[in-house]
């Protein structure tokens, strides 16, 4: 039957088409359960900003270490972003860093 569950590949047909609605159902619930979007933003956010010579290792140590939640905030009104920025540190018990003020430092420590 060409409509039958194929046994060996979850989410495919007998005719090699997979079930579109159901495989893209548990994909979703899958990326949404285990927060994937952010885990991979995260980590992108930080590998731009720390710029590792070794970026895959520096991923792998990441990935292994403890989870640490990172927030990164942009926004063209200064006072919404400082205000989102406190309130989200408030709420979560976070540090909060001014990226401006990081700057600021490296650019005065040299």
């Known amino acids: 039957n ?20 159901a495989l893209m159902d548990a994909n979703t619930k899958y990326v949404e359960t285990h927060k994937i979007f952010q885990l991979l933003e995260g980590l992108l ?3 731009v900003v720390e710029k590792p010579d070794d970026p895959v290792d520096f991923l792998i140590s990441a990935l292994q270490s403890e989870v640490k939640p990172h927030v990164l905030l942009s926004s ?3 006072e919404v972003l400082a205000a989102q920025a406190e309130a989200l540190a408030r709420a979560h018990d976070l540090v909060l860093v001014d990226g401006d003020l990081v700057i600021a430092n490296i ?3 040299g």
């Open 107 to 109: 650019g005065s420590s």
């Open 45 to 47: 956010g930080r590998l």
């Open 76 to 78: 063209t009104d200064s």
């Open 2 to 21: 060409e409509n039958a569950p194929c046994s060996g590949m979850p989410g495919l047909r007998s005719g090699g088409l997979p079930e579109t609605s």
